[in-house]
């Protein structure tokens, strides 16, 4: 079993900048690829990023790609989403995920080949 908390959700006003953590334990080394996620009120789940084991592929929503970047160390068993210049839109609860599969599954029915999730953090964002 894979345990995976986010933190670093919070109110940040528009243009701003945030970078959130997804911190992973438990059968690590089972994991293959992480991905984030977020889904707002009243609407899907949405993807935004993911990357494989060795950082070497990433992935991106092409709307969020240049604003957002996924980062990976393995060492501390931690993924980051860094987010600049949010927009309201951006506000929603931000999840990570964690797949055994390859990266480029994660893009796929919106996570739905994920495994593994986190409990989100909430990203709010003032104009």
């Known amino acids: 079993q894979v345990h995976l908390v986010e933190s670093g959700g919070g109110l940040v006003q528009a243009g701003g900048s945030l970078r959130l953590s997804c911190t992973a334990s438990g059968r690590t080394s089972s994991i293959n690829a992480m991905g984030w996620f977020r889904q707002a009120p009243g609407k899907e789940r949405e993807f935004i990023a993911a990357?494989?084991?060795?950082?070497?592929?990433?992935y991106y929503e092409d709307s969020l790609k240049g604003r957002f970047t996924i980062s990976r160390d393995i060492a501390k068993n931690k993924t980051y989403l860094q987010m600049r210049n949010l927009k309201s839109e951006d506000m929603a609860i931000y999840y990570c995920?964690?797949?055994?599969?390859?990266?480029?599954?994660?893009?796929?029915?919106?996570?739905?080949?994920?495994?593994?999730w986190g409990q989100g953090t909430q990203v709010t964002v003032s104009s």
């Open positions: 995920a964690a797949s055994r599969g390859p990266a480029s599954t994660l893009r796929v029915e919106n996570g739905g080949y994920a495994q593994f």
């Open positions: 990357i494989n084991w060795d950082s070497t592929k990433t």
